[in-house]
């Protein structure tokens, strides 16, 4: 690797320098890239939601459940409306890859074949599955929406879940 | 010869080492222990921590890979050990050339499969998600624990290659050489990834792409750079310094010294180099007839006591220098 630094180790360290000199100037890490919480904060929160009793029920009206209460909470926090979409899972990923949603709940775990799809939150509870293995109830997020995810995670933490 | 176990350790085939040899070797060895087991950590550390990142997972593909080259060379420090053998005439030293070749081809692969990773996550606009991490209780962000992570593997490595890239080169060893080098450029490695995870933070979607493919070209530049010299040396490439930049000083040294013989009209010779040792074939033209048993024998005894390195030499009397076994008269490299 010799002669590899002439090249590259320069701009690197400049870059590293630009990098912590900005994070010092007052943006906050980490930042969504595309302005998620921000836009959301006293607007509305656009969340989709797939049948998964007992974490959603959508049967009839208005959903409810654990994780639609834990969402109503948290948009509370935000100071915005919740606007509810429900559907099939693979058709709410799609709209949250697009950037149509903002959140997709259903009783999803953490072993979910979403995840190279959106981001997952941290487990907010841990229950048993019907193999007796521990499994991590989760919500998703739009990829890389660092700021609205981890202010998703602060709060889903802060609150004392169990699992129904 | 004996074959003790021990005196094995300290030896080349053959060749006995001197003792400031012997030293450089144990160090040598003590040094690639050491490289292992700070490896071990930093794999495991940066496994815990790489999430989503593009980048982290480049800085652990080539911390894995750095795992090679200290054990091909604990292996080859074994193997070169062996004493020739009816079998194998000229000894074991090559073992050094094929570990050589399988560290190389790994970089290789490896960095070129990580530089089409990278490049298709930043073409397809890949947003790396880093979310919170609860660690003893506190909630932090992962990102900056991969920071921590990534400063710590950038120290030991850097220290690590600086204090065995001079054994390398006492000991012509050129797994060990390639170790010490990509072990002394691991802070670029850091760094970058570094540089990644804070674009993340800051809300720069492609920095962790963009830092993955700069690591990721690093590894594949060590892969072509190793694969070149290794292969040269397998092909019987005219022997070179450890680090493959120019021609061994002692080829020249040893043609001055068989010159400088009384009764030598002329003399070159041909040098490979097996792996640690040479193998040299000396040509000399004496001033008038053949050479006297003596005389060759003064020659080899002079030749021989050059360095450690020439031991596996012949001394052919010939009646004019064979310019079809010796290129370099005729002027071609």
């Not at chain 2, 991490?133 to 490595?157: D, E, F, K, N, R």
Request: hydrophobic share 45%; net charge negative.
């Amino acid at each position: 690797m010799t002669g590899w630094p002439r090249g590259g180790a320069g701009p690197t360290l400049l870059g590293a320098l630009g990098v912590v000199s900005l994070a010092a100037c007052g943006v906050t890490v980490p930042t969504d890239p595309d302005g998620t919480l921000d836009r959301v904060r006293g607007s509305e929160l656009r969340v989709g939601v797939s049948p998964h009793e007992p974490w959603t029920v959508t049967t009839d009206g208005a959903p409810t459940g654990l994780e639609v209460d834990l969402v109503e909470g948290f948009a509370e926090t935000l100071d915005a409306d919740v606007v509810w979409t429900s559907g099939g899972e693979e058709e709410l990923v799609g709209d949250l890859e697009r950037g149509d949603l903002d959140l997709v709940i259903g009783g999803l775990t953490a072993s979910s074949p979403w995840t190279s799809h959106a981001a997952v939150t941290v487990a907010y509870v841990t229950v048993t599955d019907p193999d007796g293995k521990p499994e991590g109830h989760v919500m998703l997020t739009p990829m890389g929406e660092n700021a609205f995810l981890v202010e998703l995670e602060r709060y889903l933490l802060a609150q004392e879940v169990e699992a129904p | 010869m004996t074959q003790g176990a021990v005196e094995q350790s300290f030896r080349f085939g053959n060749t006995e080492l001197p003792p400031e040899a012997r030293d450089a070797a144990r160090k040598a060895k003590r040094l690639a222990w050491l490289t292992i087991a700070f490896l071990v950590t930093a794999v495991t550390l940066v496994y815990l921590v790489m999430g989503s990142s593009q980048a982290m997972k480049a800085a652990w593909a080539e911390d894995l890979l750095s795992f090679i080259p200290p054990i091909a060379f604990l292996v080859a420090m074994r193997i070169t050990g062996r004493v020739p053998t009816e079998r194998h005439p000229y000894g074991y030293h090559r073992s050094v050339g094929i570990g050589h070749l399988v560290a190389a081809t790994a970089l290789l692969t490896m960095g070129a499969f990580l530089v089409f990773d990278s490049v298709s996550g930043l073409l397809a606009g890949e947003h790396p998600p880093v979310g919170l991490i609860v660690v003893l209780g506190h909630q932090i962000w992962s990102g900056w624990l991969m920071v921590a992570v990534l400063a710590y593997t950038c120290v030991p490595a850097v220290l690590l290659g600086r204090a065995k890239m001079p054994l390398a080169e006492q000991l012509h060893d050129r797994v060990l050489h390639a170790d010490a080098d990509m072990n002394k450029a691991d802070w670029m490695t850091g760094v970058g990834g570094i540089v990644g995870v804070l674009g993340i933070g800051v809300g720069l979607w492609w920095a962790d792409s963009a830092a993955a493919l700069f690591i990721s070209a690093s590894i594949l530049h060590d892969g072509v750079k190793n694969l070149r010299s290794a292969v040269a040396a397998l092909m019987d490439a005219r022997a070179t310094t450890v680090d493959g930049s120019e021609p061994h000083p002692l080829g020249g040294a040893i043609d001055e010294t068989l010159r400088g013989l009384e009764w030598v009209g002329s003399a070159a010779s041909r040098v490979r180099d097996q792996g640690h040792v040479f193998h040299v074939e000396a040509f000399v033209v004496a001033r008038d007839g053949m050479p006297t048993q003596e005389q060759l024998q003064q020659a080899w005894d002079a030749v021989t006591d050059l360095d450690w390195k020439v031991e596996d030499l012949v001394v052919v009397p010939v009646d004019e220098l064979p310019e079809e076994l010796l290129p370099g008269l005729r002027g071609d490299h």
